[in-house]
């Protein structure tokens, strides 16, 4: 069990922004995210794409600004906890006892939701008898590639995902790569190195096809796929891997008591408290009149909630509103003065 | 202005008018007409505002640029005829345009 001053569910722009806030003001965090990184949406939807509106900066990318705000935070040694998603949040004396997929227990009195519009996931087939095989025959994300050696591996998709398994499959399997239209938008070299492995023929490309059926009973046997003009193949495969990339879901969030309003927490302007004393939402997850999601209008809530938080982890303690410009308590805690 | 058609998988349908300018997305969500989620708020990020275009008003909707087709690539059950409706911008030339949704979003 960890104890901490506040645990921040996400670490988009606003919950690492949320670290500083809380940083400045003595209080340590803890960030936990379903992701393998920091970043959110930023790193995994945008990481090239230029933004134009966070103040002070005229442009930078979704991943520069992530390296940016890592920069920021780096004084306060914050501790992030990858690849898991909260899955329980209880209330015992007036703190937050909270449980993670991966077993990971938490302990504090502030809770910061800053989980944009959900933890990300893997966009599943959409079949319904690919439940069954999932993570038996069927894998959305690869992490013992020996799995597949020897093995007939049908490989969906049009991004990098797709075309860097395909080659790199294609060495030890028997590889067919499937899309649904004939334009990859994967990196054009590896594409072509994959139509000189299809000419010599070390692996399929099936295009314009898409998924129709999954036969066996017990264990995968084969795919049925389908074009536009309705011819259907049969394909013997042992494996799928399907990389349709990643998907936004609230999962457990909507479980934990707190009002939902079309997929985001309403909170109060003031401090950005929901429901729940002691559960906070910031970022585009919360919702209130006049809301933008924008990442701006969450640095501002990551600056009021850091307050409240203040109060209640430090119940004994008068809060002081300081400037980082002339608080030498700030500049401590930023290292820029040794104590 | 525009009077849109949104059609359900179950054949539901309701029409709606929606201001030129915006999108067949927004028209769809300020007007509680359920099967599109937008996500991501219409940044061609998530394809959870997929539909499918009848065919007689495909040509009309506008060119669809890679991003998109890279997004709709994602969707579930993509279509020749698919579209993100974040991405089809209201006209007086969309008067009557109709769009299915698919089962489900994602």
Redesign the interface.
């Known amino acids: 069990m960890t104890n901490t001053d506040v645990i921040i569910i996400g670490a988009g722009p606003v919950g690492l922004f949320a670290v500083h806030q809380l940083g400045i003001k003595g209080l340590k965090a803890e960030v936990i995210d379903n992701l393998d990184r920091a970043g959110g ?1 930023c790193i995994e ?2 990481p090239d794409k230029p933004i134009y509106d966070i103040p002070g900066i005229p442009k930078c990318t979704g991943k520069e600004l992530t390296d940016l705000l890592l920069e920021q935070i780096k004084p306060f040694k914050t501790k992030f906890h990858f690849n898991q998603r909260v899955e329980e949040i209880k209330e015992e004396n007036n703190t937050w006892v909270l449980k993670t997929n991966k077993g990971k227990e938490f302990k504090s009195p502030n809770i910061i939701i800053a989980a944009g ?2 933890s990300f996931e893997p ?1 599943k087939l ?1 079949l319904k008898e690919s439940e069954k095989f999932e993570g038996k025959s069927i894998f959305y994300s690869i992490s013992d590639k020996s799995l597949f050696k020897d093995k007939k591996v049908s490989i969906f ?3 990098d995902s797709a075309l860097d398994w395909a080659l790199e499959l294609s060495k030890t399997s028997k590889v067919t790569l499937i ?3 004939d ?1 990859f ?1 994967g990196a054009p070299h590896t594409f072509s190195e994959i139509q000189k492995l299809e000419k010599k023929g070390q692996l399929a490309i099936k295009t314009p096809y ?1 998924l129709t059926s999954i036969n066996g009973d017990k264990k995968l046997e084969s795919i049925d796929i389908k074009n ?1 003009k309705g011819e259907t193949i049969k394909i013997e495969t042992d494996y799928i891997l399907s990389f ?2 990643l ?3 609230l999962g457990p969030i909507v479980d934990w008591g707190l009002n939902i309003d079309n ?1 985001t927490i309403p909170v109060n302007t003031e401090n950005f408290q929901t429901n729940k004393k002691g559960i906070f939402a910031i970022g585009d997850i919360c919702n209130y009149p006049g809301k933008l ?1 924008l990442i701006l209008s969450g640095f501002h809530e990551s600056a009021l909630v850091s307050v409240e938080c203040f109060k209640r982890a430090r119940p004994n303690e008068k809060y002081r509103f300081q400037f980082t410009t002339a608080s030498k308590e700030i500049h401590e805690r930023l290292g820029i003065l040794k104590k | 202005m525009a009077k849109i058609t949104y059609i359900d998988c179950l054949g539901n349908q309701k029409t709606v008018d929606v201001k030129d300018g915006l999108s067949v997305m927004e028209g769809a969500l300020q007007n509680d007409v359920p099967g599109i ?1 937008a ?3 219409g ?1 061609m ?2 394809a ?1 505002c997929h539909v499918y275009v009848k065919d007689e008003w495909f040509n009309k909707t506008g060119k669809i640029i ?1 991003a998109e ?2 997004m709709i ?2 969707a ?3 279509k ?1 005829n698919s579209r993100l409706s974040c991405q089809i911008i209201v006209s007086k030339d969309l008067e009557g345009l109709i769009v299915t949704t698919p089962e489900k979003q ?1």
Do not use: I, N, W
């Open positions: 949406q939807l945008y519009v959900g966009r959409p998709g049009g991004g899309h649904r239209r334009q938008r898409q536009e349709f990339g998907l936004m879901k997929k999601k | 989620d996500d991501c708020g940044s990020a998530c959870t890679d087709q890279d690539d994602m579930h059950q993509p020749k994602s």
